[in-house]
């Protein structure tokens, strides 16, 4: 079982950076690949960015690519988005979510791929 609790989230103008942090009890981190997906009001959860095991391999949305970066630590079992050059339309609840993924290298970006999911926190972002 693992437990994820994401932080960070808040209000920010259009333009401004805000960097998100999920944590996970266990002591096995390093075995699961994690992800970010979003939700904004009456939409669907759609992915933002994923990272394999050991961080060596990530991949990102169309929408946030080159404005957001995922990374971990696993000796602090904490994974991050920094998201930078926010727009109104990333306004939604992000969440953090974990995949046992054995030995694979491998990202996932599909939210059916994941077994367990952090509560959310909530980004606005002003125009």
């Known amino acids: 079982q693992v437990q994820l609790v994401e932080s960070g989230g808040g209000l920010v103008q259009a333009g401004g950076s805000l960097r998100l942090s999920c944590a996970a009890s266990?002591?096995?981190?390093?075995?699961?690949?994690m992800g970010w997906f979003r939700q904004a009001q009456g939409k669907e959860r759609e992915f933002v960015a994923a990272?394999?095991?050991?961080?060596?391999?990530?991949g990102y949305a169309d929408s946030v690519k080159g404005r957001f970066t995922i990374s971990r630590d696993n000796a602090k079992n904490t994974v991050y988005l920094q998201m930078n050059s926010l727009k109104p339309e990333d306004t939604a609840v992000y969440y953090c979510a974990a995949k046992a993924a054995g030995y694979s290298a491998s990202y996932f970006t599909t939210p059916y791929s994941y077994d367990y999911w952090g509560q959310g926190t909530q980004v606005t972002v002003s125009s």
């Open positions: 266990g002591r096995t981190f390093s075995m699961y690949a």
């Open positions: 990272i394999n095991r050991s961080g060596g391999s990530a």
